[in-house]
């Protein structure tokens, strides 16, 4: 992992400065807004991120692809012969964005072999930034200081359970999935992969994400809370997969701080 130790701090770096320029769109509300074929909204926040994080990382490291949620039209007859590449969501949360809520994100991950080895988010609005190598450890860095982060253990869960849910989302949609008579608090947030690293900083005990997501939603998100001590898995429990379907839309999913919980018991879904 030294060759990623290396990449660890100008990958974190272009994330920043896709995150300003993110930042400085919101801040001044002037961007266009459209709608792609699936349906969900873009904006040229999304799409200038993409084009720097693109540019930069092809400077960085020319030899290695890169797979964006602004650029994901791959077939995998083209993508399955990458044992390394970049994945990023240049903007985690784009109807966040366009509600003003200030809750996204910039997400880039490293892929080798189909398994995330680095992940950097950074959260524009609180320039906040959660990363991770495998093997390495997790990482909060805030204020220019970088403290170790780790999920909450199991132990720890024994009064009351928090749940990080979507805005967006119904809350019964979560709540059916659950088990009776247990403590549960829910707590409403953003974008995917900032609710992925509260679960990683111990500030809530699971994630669940019920409806379509991409894989560039997870990547980056999946190496901080497993490097914290959690795991991503589907609803089935299942690990989920990176760059082995022609389809990159994951599976419903479960982001889980504590794995040694009795979690085939606590997911009550049919």
Not at 89 to 102: H, K, R, W
Not at 193 to 200: D, G
Not at 211 to 235: F, K, M, N, Y
């Amino acid at each position: 992992m030294e060759r990623d130790n290396t990449l660890l701090e100008p990958v974190i770096e272009i994330a920043r400065q896709a995150g300003e320029q993110i930042r400085t769109i919101y801040e001044h509300g002037h961007y266009q807004e459209i709608t792609k074929s699936d349906n969900t909204p873009v904006t040229s926040a999304d799409l200038a991120a993409h084009e720097l994080i693109v540019a930069a990382l092809t400077k960085l490291a020319p030899e290695i692809p890169i797979l964006s949620e602004e650029d994901a039209d791959i077939p995998l007859s083209d993508r399955q012969g990458w044992g390394r590449y970049w994945l990023i969501d240049p903007l985690d949360g784009t109807q966040e964005f366009i509600a003003g809520s200030g809750d996204f994100a910039v997400n880039i991950a490293l892929i080798d072999n189909h398994v995330p080895v680095m992940g950097v988010v950074y959260a524009p609005i609180s320039q906040v930034c959660y990363f991770a190598v495998q093997g390495m450890g997790a990482f909060k860095r805030a204020n220019g200081v970088n403290s170790a982060i780790h999920s909450r253990e199991a132990s720890q869960v024994d009064k009351e359970m928090v749940i990080a849910v979507s805005r967006r989302q119904r809350l019964e949609a979560v709540t059916d999935l659950l088990e009776p008579g247990r403590n549960y608090r829910f707590v409403p947030f953003g974008s995917a992969s900032l609710k992925s690293c509260m679960v990683a900083e111990g500030e809530a005990d699971v994630y669940l994400r019920l409806g379509p997501t991409g894989e560039w939603d997870t990547g980056a998100s999946q190496c901080i809370v497993e490097q914290a001590g959690g795991r991503i898995l589907d609803i089935d429990l299942q690990p989920l997969s990176y760059n082995e379907r022609e389809s990159l839309e994951n599976p419903n999913y479960l982001v889980m701080g504590a794995p040694t919980l009795p979690w085939r018991e606590i997911l009550q879904h049919g």
